[in-house]
């Protein structure tokens, strides 16, 4: 928990989510810079996982990788399994790795979040495929979805209970990641 709040008090406030991009956040420069960190530390990453995902799991595929680490915090793929299974995998730049299964639940929820030994499949991918390239910690569900109150539109006297983003919550794993 303790990386966590770090990552809360040096990376993020409520302007980062609450005011228009281009008026936002200070400390939006901050995490541009711990993207260009990661990229320098992780040279070569997207490719490394291809390979790697494609030598040991030639029989799935990878599609929609995204690699804006300065726009998403990281970087992103979906993996297909068969044809109705498709789960989201995330390498936060702040070395957390998170999973989603995509269907028929509001995507990248709580109840689409897959934990560690959930999926037989999803753990050999980070421990094979991720692991050997960057030391990311999977987060639990129950950090991932711990709201981070301070942050909610509620607690700022800025907002009236009739707007629309009064109740949002912002939890921990969209520090993270920008799902």
Not at 80 to 103: D, M, P, Q, R, T
Not at 127 to 143: H, N, S
């Amino acid at each position: 928990m303790e990386k966590i709040k770090d990552i809360i008090n040096n990376y993020f406030d409520r302007d980062f989510f609450w005011k228009h991009y281009q008026n936002g956040s200070p400390k939006l420069i901050d995490i541009y810079k711990r993207s260009d960190k990661f990229e320098q530390e992780n040279p070569d990453l997207v490719n490394k996982i291809l390979d790697k995902f494609q030598n040991y799991f030639p029989q799935y595929q990878i599609k929609r990788f995204r690699p804006f680490i300065k726009e998403d915090r990281g970087i992103n793929f979906e993996v297909c399994i068969g044809a109705s299974e498709v789960y989201v995998i995330w390498v936060s730049i702040f070395n957390f790795f998170l999973v989603w299964k995509l269907g028929n639940e509001i995507p990248f929820s709580s109840k689409t979040y897959i934990e560690k030994g959930e999926s037989n499949i999803i753990d050999c991918i980070y421990t094979m495929v991720v692991m050997p390239f960057i030391d990311a910690e999977w987060l639990p569900r129950e950090m991932a979805y711990k709201e981070i109150e301070e942050f909610n539109g509620a607690n700022y006297s800025g907002y009236l209970e009739e707007d629309e983003i009064f109740n949002e919550p912002i939890f921990i794993v969209d520090t993270l990641a920008r799902t």
